[in-house]
């Protein structure tokens, strides 16, 4: 399983939706949090962190975002050999057919629809290390 | 063993006898399906003889479906109760729509006339509003007795929100509002922080449930072609509010109680096509 010290990028638009994962995460125990308000500023924080050597090692991302989506942002990352096995999961509102076989196209390690219970990223994050990392 | 196809003017229904499909029927069914070039507006697979799906099978299908999807066209498994559930139970339920028999799946046995389609719209709404305030806030909420509004009866509320509505059916708004005190109880509850005053940190919070509950409506409405676009909800704020105030279209209000207090929901329809609100 990820350890407390696990480097955790939140994206969202909302200041609320990111500040309520962060509590969910924080539950959870996990203290390494990073936060974005859309793709094109996640993308600077993955770079900047990988040039430290403290690479971010799961991503939480928004879907509809302005300046870059996190669909934008899931291809951009699959296509960079930095980071095409990070683990990625995509939060969305958008529940549809379509929508989830855009992602699972592109790569993505998990979904989430919202609303979403407290208990669930506990369980995406179990799924996705499985499927990582184990 | 194998595959039957029945064909009517309503829809194409496939049969099997099959106790089991994996990756291997998938394909033949597959073929099935491409050798209809024309368009389908219903595809029922019937597979009450069926047990069970082998997972890799089960994946394929789901990519079958998704190819259907594309054209407009409606899917369907007529299932037992046990495979439906085991269905759901691999999270695919939103993907794949089981049913106990075709009928249910046919568009005139759900929703026909225009006054069908406006209560089928205002309660999987409704329907939805309760699902995120529960499952965001664990706030049990329940809506009250709807009304027209008028410029003297419009809800008291200190934060709003509003997301176009565009449909097939009609185009409009669906807006959230709500007190200040109720919305610092839901914040709280989603946050697990307290607030006494509004605060930057949860200022666009009432557009994220409403973007929300505008998300969960849709999967479903769609499902039954109201072909609802989403769009990116707005903060009701200063001058804005005195338009809500004034309504110059058809609006409903539903209020709703809950355990953070009363809140609002008001879906406003515009000239031409009031259906929603007539």
């Avoid at chain 2, 389908?40 to 799906?53: G, S, Y």
């Avoid at chain 2, 909800?233 to 609006?251: C, D, E, H, V, Y």
């Amino acid at each position: 399983m990820f350890t407390p010290e696990t480097r955790i990028l939140v994206i969202d638009d909302m200041k609320v939706m990111r500040s309520l994962i962060k509590g969910q995460l924080r539950t959870l125990n996990y203290q390494n949090i990073s936060e974005a308000e859309n793709g094109e500023e996640a993308f600077k924080i993955l770079e900047q962190n990988h040039s430290v050597n403290t690479p971010i090692q799961v991503v939480l991302s928004d879907w509809n975002m302005p300046v870059m989506s996190g669909l934008e942002l899931l291809k951009k990352v699959r296509e960079d050999a930095r980071f095409k096995n990070l683990p990625f999961i995509m939060i969305t509102a958008e529940g549809e057919l379509e929508q989830v076989k855009s992602a699972a196209e592109l790569g993505v390690s998990s979904y989430i629809r919202k609303p979403f219970a407290p208990n669930t990223f506990s369980e995406k994050l179990e799924q996705v290390y499985k499927k990582h990392c184990a | 063993m194998g595959f039957q196809v029945q064909k009517n003017e309503r829809y194409l229904m496939i049969r099997t006898d099959f106790p089991i499909i994996t990756d291997v029927e998938v394909k033949q069914l597959d073929i099935i399906l491409k050798a209809h070039t024309e368009k389908l507006p219903v595809v029922a697979f019937d597979f009450t003889t069926i047990d069970q799906f082998s997972p890799k099978g089960l994946r394929q299908m789901t990519l079958c479906l998704s190819g259907l999807s594309q054209n407009d066209t409606q899917t369907g498994f007529i299932v037992s109760k046990g495979l439906a559930n085991k269905i759901k139970e691999a999270g695919l339920d939103r993907i794949i729509k089981c049913y106990s028999a075709v009928e249910e799946m046919l568009p005139s046995n759900r929703a026909s006339g225009g006054s069908d389609r406006a209560t089928d719209f205002l309660n999987t709404t409704l329907e939805a509003v309760v699902f995120t305030m529960g499952v965001s806030a664990s706030n049990k909420c329940a809506p009250g007795k709807v009304f027209l509004r008028t410029q003297n009866n419009g809800p008291a509320f200190d934060v709003a929100a509003t997301v176009g509505l565009v449909s097939s059916d009609f185009q409009g708004s669906l807006i959230l509002l709500m007190p200040m005190k109720t919305y610092l109880n839901i914040m709280g509850r989603m946050t697990g922080e307290t607030y006494t005053e509004m605060v930057p940190d949860i200022r666009d919070g009432i557009a994220e449930l409403l973007n929300v509950i505008l998300g969960q409506a849709k999967m479903s409405l769609n499902e039954r072609g109201f072909q609802i676009k989403q769009a990116i909800p707005t903060l009701i704020q200063g001058g804005m509010i005195n338009l809500l105030n004034a309504p110059a279209t058809r609006s409903i209000v539903v209020p709703f109680s809950s355990d953070c207090g009363d809140f609002y929901v008001q879906i406003t329809t515009n000239a031409g096509n009031a259906a929603i609100a007539a």
